[in-house]
RNA sequence: GCCGCCGUGGCGGAAUUGGCAUACGCACGACACUUAAAAUGUCGCGCCCAAAAGGCAUGUGGGUUCAACUCCCACCGGCGGCACCA
């Protein structure tokens, strides 16, 4: 017998799909209850469609056709998140226009997207680099600029003087550029950033980014990764004088109850206090250079140089310990960061291990103030950081460190030199790019009205053609005339436009919202629309963007639902990530290595169903699996069997046997089918598919069983459910019929396999009624003979019974 | 270092949330069909034992329980995030 013909099949099918877009259409007047499906926008890269993108696309494919087959309104819309930095190097190097690679891609995305039967709503299809997306993205750079959360500032950023240019992290790793290996310079550049730092805790309306976090269905470890970057950490900062001078110097602390330990203090080598202090540093030439030598490590050198610590001491400062009067020196160092809490220290060698380090390496007074609750600690060989027991603190002896730190927090506030406070690790977002591929900021600086917003009117700020954007030394931006030249939009003066684009992570912080209302001239999305379509319910996308992209998304909505342009606080309710797809040799599919699997080969060989539905089995959606070719035969051979068992198919109208096994069978199949889909589990949806079958196999099927068969499988396997349905009679496409219904009662089973053990193990299994009582199981189990040799006479001491499941018998 | 996740046959994985460990699939083996191969079908497939009976098995060691892959403790191994954050 012949193998299906799965091109035939799917070229079909794909055909009539694109001939009836309202199958797969989010509806706009439809009552019935909405249901948000989203995939994360792909970036459009030359190499077309990775596994990964497979694995999760059918993930939402086959959630967002069963839910429509449960009578949902569903909107499932993709995009392109267009614009970035890999369009603009491929367009460096290629000497083309990143806009016209960038549309090939696309192309070649929709066309991997269309192969595979993935059902999206494509009238509501949005492209980040269009001027219609941008200038919403404009639209909302000026809305947070209006609001004061957008604001112009100083910040430390990654130079390289050979490409004359700023590079992002992530280029600069070990300090030394990308591109041409030489040392990458921190620079102070002044830059757009976004006060995320205003949301982290409740704010007006909206919980804040961290409470937020406890309403919301995600994975532990992207809350946990999340939780993590904002790095909240309570503690104190008091003031310290010093000595000969009114300056005074702050610290941070979150161990105010090891003070008493503190023998020196550090302060950051870009510290201003320092500058201050020039005067009375004795030895500044030394310090001068110390602080020319930090200021060109860039941060990930500082990390790389972790094993030694450096520093030098400012002579002639002393600093006055506020509890103990005692004179301390100061140090300055580069292991001390300028940004976070106070820029300086106060060290505590005894109990803090960086500390520690430091005091032995420049031979300075390590003291013990913390003794653990059992007296057996010591500081001889390192520092002891663990919560204790206070000694050589006065008045705080014999407290616990708990206790200690609230008493000497609150003598911090009867002295007015200081307070409990909190502190976080997350910096404002830097939103400010040198780069020509990416939505410009919409902004005009005149000299006699300074920084003046483009009216909204004026938006989008259009991205010009007219640039060289090969690096050379500024925005690619700058270098257009016709950009750059503008009259002040206040005073008509002449003036300059803002050359810097903006990150492409502000274009995708508000996707979501524009997909509910894509066409929209007025508005970046009508407010009945929004209301109509989100939050989004369901959002899948790799666990590369636990972080940014998600936290940056999260921050966005808080800002429109503070502004009350929207009445919720988190924009993605459910979200799961999609394990990544390693290549069969267990390693990441890489061009380089040649283990890439194409979508477009496998389709070719197996068809799309099989592609999509093997994929979905490989096993859990989360885990990391690997690709294995061989395993896909599986599937085909299962697809294969559907195929030839329409032949076997009994068509008549005869009333099933209402006794009959497969009918059981069948219910139980759709109700392990839907449960699953319900809960994400389409590995062992489609087992149940597979065992439903095989079990099929076996007897003659009812024409009306088998087509139940296939509504269930329609969302794994849509083009071969459509075929098999229409050669079975039916006019209209099986998208849509109503997915079926189990019968609780047909579910039941009548008899069971009562599982009989002994001390735990498992002696025997007798059949008995479903609902059998416990003396009526126990007696027939004790009439079994295996059981009676077991026992050997001996009198059972205890008898446990699970109805339904098991007995277990003491002796 | 801190936080989070995970460890089950040759392999991917399943196990009703404490109740029959290894469903489903791959690979493998035997047989059937075939001139042959592929495809397809039937059967077998954790380990020990010739087999039956039985025993042993969910990274390792302990604990709780009538009962542990599942809960608790410790250790070992792997993955991911953050990382000189005071």
């Known amino acids: 017998m012949e193998h299906y013909d799965h091109e035939k099949i799917e070229k079909k099918w794909q055909k009539y799909w694109e001939e009836h877009l309202e199958l797969f259409a ?64 491929f367009a460096i190097k290629t000497k083309t226009h990143p806009s ?12 991997q997207m269309k192969i595979l039967g993935l059902s999206y709503d494509w009238s509501r299809e949005v492209d980040s680099s269009s001027r219609e997306y941008y200038k919403w993205t404009q639209w909302f750079f000026l809305l947070l600029y209006k609001n004061g959360l957008a604001y112009r500032g100083k910040g430390k950023v990654n130079w390289c003087l050979k490409c004359q240019t700023v590079l992002a992290n992530e280029q600069a790793e070990g300090g030394v550029c990308d591109r ?5 310079f921190q620079k102070d550049l002044e830059q757009w950033f976004f006060k995320i730092t205003d949301f982290i805790e ?84 030394e310090v001068e250079k110390y602080i020319e030598q930090a200021s060109k490590k860039s941060e990930l050198q500082r990390i790389a140089e972790e094993k030694e610590k450096t520093g030098v001491e400012l002579e002639g400062i002393k600093i006055i310990n506020p509890f103990t009067k005692k004179e301390i020196p100061l140090f300055t160092s580069d292991f001390v960061l300028g940004h976070y809490g106070k820029g300086a220290v106060m060290a505590v060698p005894g109990h803090d291990c960086r ?38 603190s006065r008045e705080y002896d014999h407290m616990t460190s708990e206790e200690a730190r609230k008493r000497l927090a609150e003598w911090l506030e009867k002295n007015k030199i200081g307070r409990k406070t909190v502190n976080y690790k997350i910096r404002d977002w830097l939103v400010s790019r040198q780069r020509y591929w990416g939505a410009p900021i919409p902004i005009i600086y005149c000299d006699a009205c300074g920084t003046v917003p483009v009216p909204e009117e004026d938006l989008p700020v259009l991205l010009p053609d007219d640039v060289n954007f090969m690096p050379h030394g500024e925005s690619p931006l700058a270098g257009s005339k016709k950009f750059q030249d503008v009259k002040c939009p206040k005073c008509g003066a002449k003036a300059r436009r803002e050359s810097d684009t903006m990150d492409t992570f502000v274009c995708s912080s508000w996707y979501y919202f524009r997909y509910a209302d894509p ?24 666990a590369e963007h636990t972080v940014l992209h998600l936290l940056y998304s999260r921050f966005f909505t808080k800002v429109l639902h503070n502004l009350e342009l929207i009445d919720f606080d988190e924009p993605f309710l459910k979200l799961r990530h999609q394990g990544t797809v390693l ?22 060989k197996y068809g799309a169903d099989a592609l999509r539905m093997f994929e979905m089995f490989m096993g859990p959606l989360e885990d990391m699996k690997k690709w294995d070719t061989k395993g896909i035969i599986g599937i085909y051979r299962f697809l294969d069997k559907v195929w030839k068992i329409k032949s076997k198919v ?48 076996k007897e003659q099927i009812p024409q009306e069983f088998f087509e139940k068969f296939l509504i269930l499988l329609s969302p794994f396997a849509p083009h071969m459910a459509e075929e098999l349905w229409s050669q079975l009679g039916h006019k209209k496409s099986v998208f849509t019929e109503k997915w079926p219904e189990y019968d609780k009662d047909i579910v039941k089973d009548e008899m069971i396999e009562l599982v009989i053990q002994i001390n735990g193990k498992l002696r025997d299994k007798i059949s008995v009624p479903a609902d059998i009582s416990e003396d009526d199981a126990k007696s027939q189990a004790l009439a079994s003979e295996k059981i009676k040799t077991f026992l050997a006479g001996q009198e059972p001491k205890k008898v446990f019974f699970v109805k339904g499941r098991l007995m277990n018998i003491v002796i």
């Open 26 to 89: 989010a509806d706009d007047e439809s009552d019935s209850e909405k249901q948000y499906i989203l995939d994360m926008f792909p970036y459009p890269s030359a190499d077309g469609l990775h596994a990964g993108h497979v694995e999760s696309y059918s993930a939402t494919d086959i959630i967002s056709r069963y839910l429509r087959l449960r009578g949902k309104n569903v909107i499932h819309p993709q995009g392109w998140d267009a614009f970035g930095l890999p369009a603009e190097n």
């Open 100 to 111: 016209l690679t960038t549309q090939k891609s696309i192309a070649t995305f929709k066309r």
């Open 180 to 184: 041409c290996d030489t040392q990458v």
């Open 202 to 285: 409740k704010k007006d309306k909206t919980r804040g980014l961290l409470g937020g976090l406890d309403d919301i269905d995600w994975p532990e470890h992207t809350k946990a990764a999340q939780k993590n970057w904002i790095g909240k950490s309570e503690g104190a900062e008091f003031e310290m004088e010093i000595k000969n001078s009114n300056l005074k110097i702050e610290v941070f602390t979150t161990r105010l109850d090891t003070v008493f330990g503190m023998t020196f203090a550090l302060i950051a080598p870009e510290h201003e206090l320092v500058q201050k202090l020039k005067q009375q540093i004795a030895n500044w030439d």
């Open 355 to 392: 500390d520690y380090a430091f005091a032995k390496k420049f031979g300075l007074p390590i003291a013990e103030v913390i003794k653990s609750k059992d007296g057996k600690s010591s500081i001889e060989k390192e520092a002891f950081v663990d919560d204790g027991i206070l000694s050589n």
């Open 519 to 542: 066409h929209n001239k007025k508005e970046f999305a009508a407010k009945d629309k929004i209301k109509k379509w989100l939050p989004v319910d369901l959002y899948v996308g790799g």
């Open 583 to 604: 290549a069969e040799d267990g390693r990441k599919m890489s061009k380089s290595l040649g283990n890439v699997i194409n979508p477009d080969d496998v389709v070719a």
């Open 650 to 697: 009994q068509i008549s109208n005869i009333k099933s046997n209402p006794e009959s096994k497969i009918r059981t069978f069948l219910h139980k199949t759709i109700k392990k089918v839907t449960e699953d889909i319900e809960k994400l589990r389409f590995n062992t949806a489609i087992s149940a598919l597979m065992i439903f079958l095989n079990e099929a196999e």
